[in-house]
């Protein structure tokens, strides 16, 4: 099944840390949609890979959250900030918000983390284009065993940057649920 992670907003670590005990985390259910019902059921590969692509969208808790899997909130996302800043890794890793864990259940099967500021910050700052740029040396790092999908990737980096655009605006800061 692998792990899933669920980025979104809050106001507050303890406003962010009331959604480990989410029924679904802080995405809840996933929609279903009849458009992808009807793509399976063509097998339309094509239709089913755009409907499939992750989204902002409002959760049934009423948070704006972008579910995933396979990209994690520590080690990708501060190997992303080092692309988009230049600021190295190690830099990152030290800042105070870098995969903070503001809640822990399970002998740490599912977390709630913290992302940085200064990630949240870029990001909103960021164009499309330069998002679209940054994806391609993104996806060949070790942490995607050099072979991520670029078009994948920079469809997951303009939902996060519409994500973290939306919480900036609201005063809110970027979190990430994660379930083992």
């Not at 670590?13 to 802080?26: C, E, K, Q, S, V």
């Not at 230049?86 to 503001?102: E, N, Q």
């Not at 940054?134 to 996060?160: C, K, M, Y």
Request: glycine content about 8%; overall charge negative.
């Amino acid at each position: 099944m692998g792990v899933l992670y669920d980025f979104f907003a809050a106001p507050t670590d303890d406003a962010a840390a009331a959604t480990i005990d989410l029924p679904g985390g802080p995405g809840g259910a996933e929609p279903s949609s009849a458009e992808l019902q009807a793509a399976l059921r063509a097998n339309d590969r094509a239709a089913m890979r755009r409907l499939m692509m992750p989204k902002v969208r409002l959760s049934e808790h009423g948070l704006d959250v972008l579910c995933v899997k396979g990209i994690d909130p520590v080690v990708q996302m501060a190997t992303l900030e080092q692309l988009l800043t230049g600021t190295s890794t190690d830099a990152i890793f030290s800042r105070a918000r870098s995969g903070k864990a503001v809640a822990i259940r399970d002998e740490g099967e599912r977390l709630v983390l913290t992302l940085t500021d200064e990630l949240q910050a870029v990001l909103s700052a960021t164009t499309e284009q330069q998002l679209d740029a940054v994806a391609v040396p993104w996806s060949q790092t070790d942490e995607f065993w050099g072979n991520g999908e670029p078009e994948i990737l920079a469809h997951f980096l303009r939902q996060l940057a519409l994500l973290a655009r939306t919480a900036a605006a609201a005063g809110n800061r970027l979190y990430c649920w994660v379930c083992v």
